[in-house]
T-cell receptor
Framework: GAVVSQHPSWVICKSGTSVKIECRSL??????MFWYRQFPKQSLMLMAT?????????EQGVEKDKFLINHASLTLSTLTVTSAHPEDSSFYIC??????????????FGSGTRLTVV | RKEVEQDPGPFNVPEGATVAFNCTYS??????FFWYRQDCRKEPKLLMS???SGNEDGRFTAQLNRASQYISLLIRDSKLSDSATYLC??????????????FGTGTLLAVQP
């Protein structure tokens, strides 16, 4: 089946540094990539959506200059958390869509990245 | 108001019990509907899509009522392995054939031996 490889699975970084998270679709073309964030005991919150080769569309309240998304190819999308602070500590997860409408719009989730900023 | 609302639980049930989860969504433009399950500290996994006609997959039955914007999930004969957080998810139009998924807050199920 479709697989999205997400790396790193966990990362600890110092406050003020930047962290890059990668999602690669291994055996299919990810037309659209969705990036989510999940704080403890909360649900997944959509941060932004990007189509390959286009600028990402950010959800209300998400700072586009802080969370840089690159979707330069159909198999790779990256999320960079710039100047990370402790409040950015969260579980970040990507979801790739092939754009097919049925049965579940071809969504495949990465395994997530647990970011801890100290 | 949250776009997708669920009772957070937890639901503590004995093995073999039948348990029902409910969910409401606010956006009438929602086009697709799903139940996902999420185990602790893992990515969500698709449990089943939900259709207006209702659908069943083994011990799991899902129903959708578009008029009242209500989705349900019924789990029969609960197993210990069913313990997880169940996420109600709706898809909103987002260009072409793709929907963007909006997740509910999730309902925690704990099946007790």
């Amino acid at each position: 089946g479709a697989v999205v490889s997400q790396h790193p699975s966990w990362v600890i970084c110092k406050s003020g540094t930047s962290v890059k998270i990668e999602c690669r679709s291994l055996d299919f073309q990810a037309t659209t990539m969705f990036w989510y964030r999940q704080f403890p005991k909360q649900s997944l919150m959509l941060m932004a959506t990007s189509n390959e080769g286009s600028k990402a569309t950010y959800e209300q309240g998400v700072e586009k200059d802080k969370f840089l998304i690159n979707h330069a190819s159909l198999t790779l999308s990256t999320l960079t958390v710039t100047s990370a602070h402790p409040e950015d500590s969260s579980f970040y997860i990507c979801s790739a869509s092939t754009g097919t409408p049925l049965p579940n719009y071809g969504y495949t989730f990465g395994s997530g990245t647990r970011l801890t900023v100290v | 108001r949250k776009e997708v609302e669920q009772d957070p639980g937890p639901f503590n049930v004995p093995e073999g019990a039948t348990v029902a989860f409910n969910c409401t969504y606010s956006n009438s433009a929602s086009q697709s509907f799903f139940w996902y399950r999420q185990d602790c500290r893992k990515e969500p996994k698709l449990l089943m899509s939900v259709y207006s006609s209702g659908n069943e997959d083994g011990r799991f039955t899902a129903q959708l009522n578009r008029a009242s914007q209500y989705i349900s999930l019924l789990i029969r004969d609960s197993k210990l392995s069913d313990s997880a957080t169940y996420l109600c998810v709706v898809g909103l139009p987002w260009g072409g054939a793709t929907n963007k998924l909006i997740f509910g807050t999730g309902t925690l199920l704990a099946v007790q031996p």
